[in-house]
């Protein structure tokens, strides 16, 4: 299925997953599920995009950056699941060590990447977008997909927005045990024989690095058949994803209550302990929870 993203179809996603509109003026975006439909030199009014089911050995993910001032946009193949041999190596593992070492983000809203470097110190080393906060992630002791049986953390694995060491996109293979990658090439600098960037991680590393943003760099993640979904839809549905808040929230939280999966305040806010909550829960009718 294709789908079109732009300033406006932003503007609609985060108020449908009652999420505050970020202050800062580059916001990245990234939908699970779905690739662009050609390849993109830089801004633009709107992104073409176009579903594709996850084989966790293609890039079919979009990452994107979306310029609030200029309501412009940019869409970039890569992943936000990671690579199926590293999903195997990890489940062999014996003991409380299966699973331990690759991870799947979960949907929702944070705003703890910042400009860094990836593989610091390393001689693979590059610059990319660092996680520095605390994020929800899954780690499966068996093949993928994920699921929402396999088990839920919340913490900081380090997990950072990089290149994919991919340069079309097309071919199988790119680097990930659980960060975020966009398709192209890194410069290496600590590699006598390193070339420039390119590949869409080029213009993407180019974008964010021109950019005087100091802040954290807000970040969305859905999955592309949510979205899809919920632009298709004559009169939306209520949707909710980490980080919502709001009187939806309020009301799920109420819910929970009743249901004795939670004690905390019915704040409105989608933290840590609701959002832990309502996975146990699984109310589908507040929204997709992957």
Not at 1 to 18: H, V
Not at 122 to 141: D, E, I, N, S
Request: proline share 8%; aromatic share 12%; with cysteine.
């Amino acid at each position: 299925m294709k789908f079109k993203i732009d300033d406006a179809a932003l503007r609609r996603i985060f108020s449908a997953w009652n999420l505050p509109l970020p202050s800062q003026d580059l916001v990245l975006f990234a939908f699970r599920g779905c690739i662009p439909a050609r390849n993109s030199g830089g801004w633009s009014s709107f992104a073409a995009l176009q579903t594709q089911p996850l084989d966790y050995r293609h890039l079919r993910c979009t990452l994107g950056i979306w310029n609030r001032k200029t309501a412009r946009v940019f869409a970039a193949p890569g992943s936000t699941v990671p690579h199926r041999d590293n999903v195997l190596k990890a489940a062999a593992r014996k003991g409380n060590l299966g699973g331990k070492g690759t991870n799947q983000p979960e949907p929702g809203y944070y705003e703890d990447l910042k400009k860094g470097e990836h593989l610091q110190g390393k001689p693979m080393g590059h610059a990319a977008l660092r996680q520095t906060g605390y994020r929800f992630y899954r780690r499966a002791a068996h093949a993928p997909p994920y699921t929402r049986r396999d088990p839920l953390f919340f913490g900081n694995p380090y997990d950072n927005l990089h290149c994919a060491w991919n340069l079309g996109g097309k071919e199988p293979g790119f680097r990930s045990s659980g960060c975020l990658v966009v398709a192209g090439m890194p410069h290496c600098p600590r590699l006598p024989d390193s070339d420039a960037n390119l590949g869409a991680w080029k213009t993407f590393h180019d974008l964010i690095y021109a950019a005087p943003q100091k802040k954290s760099f807000p970040f969305l993640l859905l999955s592309a058949v949510a979205v899809t979904k919920f632009l298709g839809e004559k009169k939306p549905a209520l949707r909710l994803c980490y980080g919502s808040q709001g009187p939806w929230v309020e009301k799920l939280q109420r819910e929970l209550k009743r249901k004795k999966l939670y004690r905390g305040p019915a704040d409105g806010k989608l933290g840590t302990a609701t959002y832990r909550a309502w996975n146990r829960a699984g109310l589908s009718g507040y929204g997709e929870l992957m």
